[in-house]
């Protein structure tokens, strides 16, 4: 999450991830940012750039990062808000996903 040059917010592949689905999300909040997996923070700043200037042009890179890595499995579903979500809208939209693609153990657990 950021831009070039900027600001990122990213992590370390989590141990068990190859080969099986999960529900990853990350959300910012002016220069506030963290990353979940299976709603677990694996990852937060509060050293973000100010907030992104929506008259400009951004980039959001989603699948690969500035450095040419690029990820090569599949994706389900990527949902884009217009704002930061609570922490109970972000929990209840993991739920949602993990009920849709019936991932058992995907959903947020109050971690």
Known sequence: ???PGKSSLGSAQPAGWDDKWHIVTARRNGKNAD????????SNSTTMSSDADTNSSQQLMVCKDPFGNNFT???????????ALTDSDQ????TYLANKYKL??????NK
């Open 35 to 42: 990353l979940r997996v299976d709603g677990a923070t694996i």
């Open 73 to 83: 499995g599949e994706i389900a579903e990527l949902i884009i808000y217009r704002g």
């Open 104 to 109: 058992a153990g995907a959903a947020p657990s």
């Open 91 to 94: 929990s209840a939209v993991e």
């Open 1 to 3: 999450m950021g831009s």
